[in-house]
């Protein structure tokens, strides 16, 4: 990853805090086809682990990252953003999207993530609460 010496953050515990504080990352892999891999998921730092701590998250059997073990890995977690002039454009090639948001789960499973989320102290947790609510099918209602 290139990381100007300017912008580099030398201390290993600010890292860490900035992970448990944006928990979200993008993992990157290689597809072991010359391509690379990326899935947005969740992940938990647990510091007691390895000499840095380690990443624990899920992702589904049918994920290219659960085949992936062993192999390097880069996860990319953002903080707050904002529009920076722009020095680099980048066609888009290819445009996928998904909605996970518990919409493979029973009604009454997606009504208690809803609620679970709803109730939490976490504001990112309670937004979580009104897109899971928002996007569940008609048929989970």
């Given amino acids: 990853m290139y990381i100007p010496a300017a912008f580099a ?8 805090a900035f992970v448990e504080a944006h928990p979200l990352g993008a993992l990157v892999t290689d597809d072991g086809a010359g391509g690379l891999h990326a ?4 992940l938990l730092l647990d510091r ?10 899920h992702v589904a059997r049918a994920n290219p990252h ?18 920076v002039t722009v020095g ?18 029973p009604a009454a499973d997606v009504a208690g993530v809803i609620a679970g989320l709803a109730a939490s ?3 990112g947790a309670r937004a979580a609460a009104v897109t899971v609510a928002e996007r569940r099918p008609r048929s989970k209602r």
């Fill in 88 to 105: 680099v454009e980048l066609p888009i090639a290819r445009l996928d999207g998904k909605w996970k948001m518990s919409r493979n789960r």
């Fill in 48 to 57: 007691t682990r390895g000499p840095h701590g380690v990443l624990q998250g």
């Fill in 9 to 16: 953050e030398p201390d290993p515990d600010v890292l860490r």
């Fill in 121 to 123: 102290d976490d504001a």
């Fill in 66 to 83: 659960a085949l992936a073990d062993g192999r390097a890995a880069l996860v990319i977690f953002a903080g707050p953003d904002a529009y």
């Fill in 39 to 42: 899935t947005h998921l969740p």
